[in-house]
């Protein structure tokens, strides 16, 4: 029972403005994730102001006051409880700088285990053809691949300088299917992790045995200088995306196995779903980015492009490819333990 409406309504009223604060930096900034103590505070605002307005109604309060209470009530609703998908902005920076390299970072070992995945594929695939030399046409399933690697140099090279006296206009082209199929693989490496991560395994570790085999047989040639030119400009991107497509696969299927968690299968997965999104969204933009390069960079030699340039180049991205991964948003908290309120936009 309120005694004296208007001392009630002069006390309580700093914290509904404290509430109205907090709903307001958050609308300004809908990508902004509480730490556990400020989420705790707007929780407790909203609860004292749920029962004040239960109290005002009861009254003949001044319906200004009722009306504000109102819409700060519903407001507060609306953002504890998640409800506020049709205020929320896409933020493609935010996205690019704090949500992928953050879900990158919370499904780290899933990603370790593809790594680990493809450079044992890569470690038999190179041990397979140093044993066994004829093996190369059931290992490289290119046909540009099973020839001889000196051969092919020399006939890169000779294209080479063709395209830098004539000019060329099928890159273009190029760059739109090696897009399509790099993206390709990298989906279904996700998707595989529906077969309970074996699907996954098995194309990460043959992934990683074409690429040992086609490193050796070109070491072998006396041919590493044009091996490094031609495959880091784009396999410097390429390669991690089509590890985080696996990471994906494995947290997907880490979800379906569910082991040491009680959770129900459904509600499992709505956990997952919007990290192996994220995930898949940003190979994709990855490979994208990799399609560019090979198609404009990678596949043009000396004496067109020195070597030395496109290696260089390959480093540098690898380097800020890691930072990027590593740090980028590592200002904010990552793990879903430590954030009491996570926006629907994460998932984009």
Not at 95 to 102: H, I, M
């Amino acid at each position: 029972m309120i005694v004296n409406l208007e001392r009630f309504i002069s006390e309580e009223r700093p914290r509904w403005e404290r509430l109205d604060a907090v709903l307001r930096r958050l609308m300004d900034d809908p990508w902004r994730e509480l730490p556990v103590a400020e989420a705790r505070e707007l929780e407790g605002l909203y609860q004292r102001a749920c029962a004040d307005l239960a109290r005002l109604r009861t009254y003949a309060a001044d319906p200004g006051v009722r009306a504000y209470l109102e819409g700060l009530v519903a407001r507060g609703y609306a953002e504890i409880h998640g409800q506020r998908a049709a205020g929320v902005r896409v933020h493609p920076w935010a996205w690019l700088t704090k949500g992928f390299p953050q879900a990158f970072r919370r499904r780290a070992a899933a990603f370790w285990l593809a790594l680990a995945l493809t450079v044992t594929g890569a470690g038999f695939g190179a041990a397979a053809l140093a044993f066994d030399p004829e093996a190369k046409e059931v290992i490289m399933p290119f046909s540009h691949l099973q020839g001889s690697p000196s051969e092919r140099v020399a006939a890169e090279e000779k294209q080479a300088r063709e395209d830098k006296a004539h000019g060329s206009n099928a890159r273009a082209t190029f760059a739109g299917s090696l897009m399509v199929h790099n993206t390709q693989v990298t989906l279904t490496a996700m998707a595989l992790g529906l077969s309970a991560g074996v699907g996954t395994l098995v194309l990460m570790f043959y992934n990683g045995v074409i690429l040992g085999a086609v490193a050796l047989d070109y070491m072998s040639a006396g041919q590493s200088v044009f091996l490094a030119g031609w495959l880091l400009p784009h396999g410097s991107v390429e390669i991690p995306a089509m590890l985080i497509g696996g990471q994906a696969g494995f947290v997907l299927a880490g979800a379906l196995i569910g082991r040491r968690e009680r959770k129900p299968l459904g509600a499992r997965l709505r956990a997952v779903v919007p990290d192996v999104a994220t995930l898949c969204v940003g190979a994709s933009l990855m490979l994208v980015w990799a399609g560019i390069i090979e198609s404009f960079l990678s596949q043009h030699h000396e004496p067109a492009v020195p070597y030395a340039a496109k290696i260089i180049f390959g480093m540098a991205q690898l380097v800020a490819l890691v930072w990027w991964l590593t740090r980028s948003g590592a200002g904010t908290a990552t793990n879903p333990d430590d954030v009491s309120t996570r926006r629907r936009g994460d998932a984009a």
